[in-house]
């Protein structure tokens, strides 16, 4: 798709997502937002973006629309509410929700997009705030190769690492399979710089010395260093690792198969929410390890 000629609306610019429209406006491409409250927008506003008061209203005048949301009850009702995207956006559009969100609602949407015509990709992403604004984001992508192939400059200007995983639902399957990952390691990097310190190391030496071997990740390149000086900022909540967490287990029954990892991590996550760090960052797991220590 030429940047030129496709207008895109976005629907959701939170801790990602306004990242995620910049970096489409750095490309070239037209966009449009709509979020529940336009005070988020205005900078994005101030750099020409171009704001709608409804999701109807962005629904009719967009070629592609993107949805970055938090929770799958926050996509049902914006695809499938009376002035919802599948009800008022024209034929021929591509719906894209890059949302983190359960698969069958991923084939719910494309099944109900075709009927009507219209084209619907699910495609979460990872990378956290850092990739989103670096437009490093790994993009998980399912739904018809045609749509996928037509919309890929558009993935492309937000990540650099773009796969097509099957058909619809696949990219929702695929971010489990990366929250799941993500889920046990967590609990292997604060248990690590918790040790760190306990053993009166030097935890930043410590992390130069082993991020680059067999114990490296990302979550351990860089959430760790938030770790250690106790940064709690969001470049990825919490409660939405909860959401993610419970959907990965759920789709995991549903499979036949048991994630005793998932769900330990799970339990500590929701302790941490049960004590109000529900809208800090991932990193703040180490909180109960420094109590407990």
């Known amino acids: 798709m030429s940047s030129t000629q496709v207008k895109i609306g976005f629907i959701g610019l939170g801790v990602m997502g306004k990242s995620m429209a910049r970096n ?3 490309a070239g491409f037209l966009v449009e937002v709509f979020t529940r409250t336009k005070s988020k927008a205005e900078d994005l506003l101030d750099e020409g973006c171009h704001w709608c008061e409804s999701i109807s209203e962005i629904a009719n005048t967009s070629d592609v629309v993107i949805t970055m949301l938090g929770f799958p009850s926050e996509v049902k009702d914006v695809y499938f509410d009376e002035q919802g995207l599948l009800r008022n956006c024209k034929k021929g559009t591509i719906l894209i929700d890059m949302s983190t969100s359960s698969p069958t609602l991923a084939k719910e949407i494309a099944k109900a997009a075709k009927e009507l015509d219209m084209t619907a990709l699910d495609a979460p992403v990872s990378g956290g705030d850092i990739g989103a604004r670096e437009a490093r984001l790994t993009i998980m992508v399912g739904g018809e190769e045609k749509a996928y192939t037509e919309a890929l400059s558009i993935f492309e200007a937000m990540g650099t690492n773009v796969v097509l995983q099957g058909e619809a639902g696949m990219g929702q399957y695929t971010k489990m399979v990366n929250q799941i990952a993500i889920a046990s390691n967590m609990i292997g990097v ?34 760790a260093p938030r770790m250690i000086v106790q940064d ?32 330990l991590a799970k339990k500590m996550y929701e302790e941490l929410i049960e004590r109000g ?4 960052g991932t990193q703040a797991l180490i909180k109960l390890y420094q109590e407990r220590v």
């Open 232 to 263: 709690y900022s969001p470049g990825f909540y919490i409660k939405h690792f909860v959401k993610d967490m419970t959907i990965a287990l759920e789709s995991a029954k549903e499979l036949g198969l048991k994630t005793p990892g998932l769900e």
């Open 277 to 280: 760090s529900e809208d800090e």
């Open 24 to 26: 489409l406006m750095k």
């Open 190 to 223: 604060s248990e690590a710089i918790s040790y760190a310190k306990k053993a009166g190391l030097d935890p930043c030496r410590v992390l130069h010395s082993i991020e680059n071997g067999a114990a490296g990740s990302w979550s351990l390149s860089n959430l």
